[in-house]
């Protein structure tokens, strides 16, 4: 499928003649290109223009790559990302992924390379509007989904962390009309009490100390879209009359503002509490959880959605081996009903980190039990299998090596904390030399 009748794609590079080369190898394949000479220009246009799809170069000045991914991610909703960079590494792959990436490409490639990417690329767009579910349940689930987007209603999506709340709720969005639109997302848990206001409703220049120039909210942003409030549950007592008012009114005030700002928001929230028990604990409103429980959706855990696990194991296999340039079939019938068996506490999320794992480890055609190096369920350390200490031992030191030794790095790829690995280094300190050096540099 080409875009050559659709939204254009922008390219983003700081080199003159790469993005005008990437224009014409784009334009000749058949879509339509606009191009940007950095991550603050490419936001500016984002802004005004709505695009199929984002082509950035990973190294750029003032705003790298990177952070453009998160950007845009944060501000522009499920729009697809295609990395380009000579500079690739096992670590640059995994983090643009981390941060929102669609595919990633390596410098130099041919003009045949770059068709079968963007190829893929709309393929994603396609499939990424389904998903990937073979359980009953949740297939109920994504009609009634379906249902809903076809109405501005509120809708509140109850689950475990890592469940895919996320993803039903941009499902919802792209379903709906407001699909041309923005889909922002705010977190209410990662943002401390002291900024969730501004972050939700904006500032006014000179409301407050630091505050140099106007700053438009997350309210503001969705306009005319979609606003997801995550994890609705930690959302501060005192931010929580304001949000009921922007409910109800449909307007917000800026802060330092003198005159409220219609909105035209719809409103998806999400929550791995109970809200009900929340409010007759005092720790939640209860006329804000009745406006936002308007229809409320419950996905299930991924521990009662054993025929999703082989399914969503192979997807999550094909998207990290085209990452890491493997051709890696699929699963040892081993490897395969250890995945089944094991209860996934971390649910979906849980299991993409342990595949990402698997294949980074991976040398031959299929992923084996002991590749998949999951942690014993019943204790807290990563690995608990004597027979599988040296395959540890190498895989954390590669790791540190591809990183140049940052155990943080490391620690994010690997899905560890930073204290295992640490306390790993120090368990083989003494009979491993070069984990001796690593441990002495102090990196």
Request: glycine share 6%; with cysteine; proline share 3%.
């Amino acid at each position: 499928m080409r875009l050559k009748n659709t939204k254009p794609i922008l390219i983003v590079d700081d080199e003159l003649q790469m993005r005008l080369a990437l224009k014409e190898a784009v334009e000749k394949l058949g879509y339509r290109a606009i191009v940007s000479s950095g991550g603050e220009d490419a936001i500016s246009k984002l802004k005004q223009t709505s695009f199929s799809a984002v082509i950035t170069d990973m190294k750029m000045p003032h705003m790298d790559g990177l952070t453009l991914i998160k950007e845009i991610r944060q501000n522009f909703g499920g729009i697809p990302i295609l990395v380009i960079t000579a500079f690739g590494t096992i670590e640059n792959a995994v983090e643009s992924i981390k941060q929102g990436a669609t595919e990633y490409l390596l410098k130099p490639f041919s003009l045949e390379t770059l068709a079968k990417t963007l190829d893929s690329l709309q393929k994603r767009i396609i499939t990424e509007r389904e998903i990937i579910t073979e359980n009953a349940e949740m297939k109920k689930i994504i009609n009634l989904a379906r249902e809903l987007a076809l109405s501005d209603i509120t809708v509140l999506i109850y689950g475990e962390s890592g469940t895919g709340k996320e993803l039903l709720a941009r499902f919802i969005h792209r379903m709906s009309k407001r699909s041309d639109k923005a889909f922002i997302a705010i977190n209410c848990a990662a943002i401390p009490e002291n900024l969730l206001e501004s972050e939700l409703f904006g500032y006014e220049k000179g409301a407050f100390t630091g505050a140099q120039e106007k700053k438009k909210g997350k309210f503001e942003l969705a306009n005319g879209g979609t606003l997801l409030l995550d994890e609705i549950g930690e959302i501060p007592t005192s931010i929580q009359a304001k949000l009921l008012r922007a409910l109800q009114e449909k307007e917000i005030d800026r802060i330092g503002g003198r005159e409220p700002i219609p909105v035209d928001v719809r409103i998806i929230a999400t929550t791995n509490k109970d809200l009900y028990k929340e409010c007759r604990e005092g720790k939640f409103r209860e006329d804000l959880y009745y406006r936002l429980s308007v229809f409320p959706l419950k996905i299930p855990p991924l521990r009662e959605r054993k025929e999703d696990i082989p399914v969503l194991a192979m997807h999550f296999l094909k998207r990290f081996s085209l990452i890491s340039g493997k051709k890696i079939e699929g699963f040892s019938e081993e490897a395969m009903q250890t995945l089944i068996n094991r209860q996934w506490r971390g649910n979906v999320r849980e299991l993409e980190n342990v595949i990402q794992r698997a294949v980074f480890l991976c040398k031959g055609e299929r992923i084996t039990e002991k590749e998949l190096l999951l942690e014993d369920e019943t204790q807290s350390t990563l690995f608990s299998n004597g027979k599988i200490e040296s395959m540890e031992r190498e895989l954390i030191l590669k790791t540190l090596k591809e990183v140049g030794g940052n155990k943080a790095k490391a620690a994010r790829i690997l899905g560890i904390s930073v204290r295992t690995i640490r306390n790993k280094l120090k368990k083989y300190g003494k009979n491993f030399p070069e984990e001796e050096k690593i441990v002495e540099r102090n990196v």
